[in-house]
């Protein structure tokens, strides 16, 4: 039997899932902390699972200890025929899942600087990739190609055209595996081959788009995933010229790309970055956790202003896209927050003067990028 790998390589994490080529899941897991103390794997092999700490510097050393776990579980790897990665960008060219070759590395390399948090960590895992399974074709599959049936008018900006023409510079939108995965379910739900839909893909990241008949037509995050909703601790929309104006007193732009990409978001405005402490300090109930935080009077006032700041957003764009869209079969709701949070999706959607059904739909990138190749 043949099998397809898939890799979800991120900045301190290496995701994996095996799939029969008949698209049965045999194992999945993930190393955590890369590079880092503590690094650890967690994962499951048929009926067995098994968390344990392992020493692991980088991309290369996680894929060395996946293989090392394949062979434990006496798996040969020869049997791995295709490689999935995940890649978040993959600009204008790449709008399909691509066959990885040197000549495709060399153009992949070059979106590094439009996605510097993601696309360097999605090639390293290919390169290891290629180093220990050279026999199985790797493939490419992009964030951004779900969003290439964008209109121009849509992903444009009101820029000088010449700077799109020379930089690249317009929407591209990311999540977009997540966003095509569970479009694919509310169609089979929904009965319906082509439905209009907001996907609404909650989780550290946030993005929502905009599906006409099973198609992109608009999306939140942008030129890059700072774009769009408020999250964990990235901004989100905001005034560009704050930029310039923090500049003038005094910060850095490395700076204040720091503070937009890691320090904002709602834990910038609360000093949370973990929702369920915020839902917690609104005094909501999360079954199974237990916030380790001792909310201050501030805090607790902070955490309610972050709460309503993420739901009016969520909510602005949810109205903005139904203008766009005209009529919509349903919002689907995916990702950590998104799935798991009945609190937040209710208030998402208290009062909203669409007749439209709502539908939980938990995420599967890893099927998805399987499916495509």
């Known amino acids: 039997m043949a099998y397809i790998l898939v890799i979800n390589a991120g900045s301190s994490s290496l995701k994996f899932k095996l799939f029969t080529d008949k698209l049965k899941e045999r194992a999945s897991g993930i190393v955590e902390k890369i590079g880092l103390a503590g690094s650890f794997v967690d994962y499951r092999f048929g009926e067995a699972e098994e968390k344990r700490l392992a020493a692991v510097k980088n991309h290369a050393e996680a894929f060395t200890l996946i293989a090392a776990i394949f062979a434990e579980r006496r798996f040969d790897l020869k049997k791995i025929v295709k490689v ?27 979106f590094n600087k439009l996605a510097p948090l993601h696309n360097p960590n999605n090639l390293a895992g290919i390169s290891a990739c290629l180093e220990l399974l ?128 890691f320090e904002s978001g709602l834990k910038g405005v609360s000093g949370l970055k973990d929702m369920r402490d915020i839902m917690i300090a609104n005094g909501y109930k999360i079954s199974g956790y237990v916030s380790p935080v001792k909310f201050t009077k501030e805090q607790k006032y902070l955490a309610q202003v972050a709460l309503k700041m993420f739901v009016y957003r969520v909510r602005k764009y949810i109205g903005a896209y139904f203008a766009v869209l005209g009529k919509v079969d349903a919002i689907v709701f995916t990702a950590g927050v998104g799935e798991r949070n009945a609190d937040i999706r209710k208030l998402i959607l208290k009062g909203l003067p669409f007749g439209a059904k709502a539908l939980v739909i938990p995420t599967n990138e890893e099927l998805m990028i399987a499916k495509s190749i």
């Open 134 to 261: 050279p026999w199985a074709k790797n493939y490419a599959v992009f964030d951004t190609a779900f969003h290439a049936t964008m209109p121009d008018y849509a992903y444009l900006y009101a820029l000088p055209y010449a700077l799109y023409k020379k930089y690249d510079i317009r929407r591209y939108g990311f999540h977009g595996i997540s966003h095509q995965y569970v479009s694919s379910i509310a169609a089979r739900k929904l009965k319906k081959a082509k439905p209009n839909l907001i996907t609404c893909h909650l989780g550290s990241g946030c993005s929502i788009t905009a599906i006409k008949q099973g198609k992109s037509v608009d999306t939140s995050m942008g030129f890059t995933p700072l774009e769009g909703l408020m999250m964990s601790s990235r901004s989100g929309d905001l005034d560009p010229a704050i930029v310039f104006y923090l500049e003038r007193e005094g910060l850095s732009l490395g700076r204040v790309d720091q503070i937009m990409n």
């Open 84 to 110: 999935g990665h995940r890649v978040v960008h993959g600009g204008e060219e790449f709008v399909r899942p691509t066959l990885i070759t040197p000549r495709v590395l060399t153009e992949l390399k070059k």
